[in-house]
Nanobody
Framework: VQLAESGGGLVQPGGSLRLSCAAS????????MRWIRQAPGKEREFVAL????????TYADSVKDRFTISRDTTKNTVYLQMNSLKPEDTAVYHC?????????WGPGTQVTVSS
């Protein structure tokens, strides 16, 4: 099972980024996918979830109305569209999946919001 994030970088406050997470080694369409983030010196924080069956999404209050999670089952990829970025969004962003026997997280992609 592998997850590989991409799309991070340096962006000014108010800017946008789109993160991607390519999945392999499991049946992508059957599992919920999620994004979390971890800033230096802080605990991991839930960001967003998309369900496998309904496509229903859930967001942390801190990103609601600014971030959008989506998935493309033809590409085994989950996305995180981030708009109106703030300095407090600076963190390493990881995608993850809870499988029956293990929880898998990708290595992450750095997002830095700074002027």
């Amino acid at each position: 099972v592998q997850l590989a994030e991409s799309g991070g970088g340096l962006v000014q406050p108010g800017g946008s980024l789109r993160l991607s997470c390519a999945a392999s080694g499991f049946t992508f369409s059957r599992y919920d996918m999620r994004w979390i983030r971890q800033a230096p010196g802080k605990e991991r924080e839930f960001v967003a979830l998309i369900r496998s069956d309904s496509g229903r999404t859930t967001y942390a209050d801190s990103v609601k109305d600014r971030f959008t999670i989506s998935r493309d089952t033809t590409k085994n990829t989950v996305y995180l569209q981030m708009n109106s970025l703030k300095p407090e969004d600076t963190a390493v962003y990881h995608c993850g999946v809870f499988l029956p026997l293990e929880t898998v997280w990708g290595p992450g992609t750095q997002v830095t919001v700074s002027s």
